[in-house]
């Protein structure tokens, strides 16, 4: 017999492909294997999921070291978990648009028409968005913990995805819940910044683990990096602006 996924030859006492490492099938199928291969993979991706979600906010040095270290089933693995969040922010975008657009406005400090335009474009590439983040976060976590040689580049990327994955599940439930209180995004927004900063040295301070006084240290560090990049990147922004008029 041969493997019906890559087509290599099975010896007939593995219920699993030597070479593609595919289950072996048999059976025609019936309602019951169907119901089978649901409860297998639907409800032990939905326990994973909610551990994995859970241990985040509690422990997150949990779910990051195990990752990590090479674990892969006991939680859900970067990729998956983020691409689980990246799905219910456009739901959570879906819905706002669509039915409570008061809680996409701007408030009057921006000036809503000169944003408008540019919002949606964010709206419908917010995933981009976030890809393009991931990679300057980890590279300024590393930056900021030079003199730690506990996480490479790659890991640092790994522990932003997991927390940036988390924070945006989070907010996401409780923007679709206050939206049905005339919550406003914008507005909200500086909460879920905060929320995210704290968390985000929640987690680092268990991940390394950290005391106080370099927690401390590492933070004002990061937030130095990260206050001359964006002073670097609106300056290069504006002299475009005003080059092109
Ligand atoms: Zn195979």
Redesign the pocket.
Known sequence: MK??????Q?STENNY??????KVINYRLSLKQLWGEFKLNFLSFDHTFFNTFWSLLTQPQHVINSYIGGTRKKYLNVVSFFVIALTLVGFQLFIQRKFYPESLQVGTMFGTDFFGTNLDWIYENYSLIQLVNLPLYAFIAKLSFFNYKKFNYTEHLVVMTYLTAENTILTSIFLLIAVNFGGNMYELSNYFNLFFFLYTCYAYKKLYPLRWIELFTATVLFITIITILMVFLTMVGVGYAFMTN
């Not at 493997?3 to 290599?8: A, E, F, Q």
């Not at 492909?17 to 595919?22: Q, T």
Request: charged fraction near 15%.
């Open positions: 493997c019906k996924n890559c087509s290599s099975l492909c030597e070479h593609c490492g595919a």
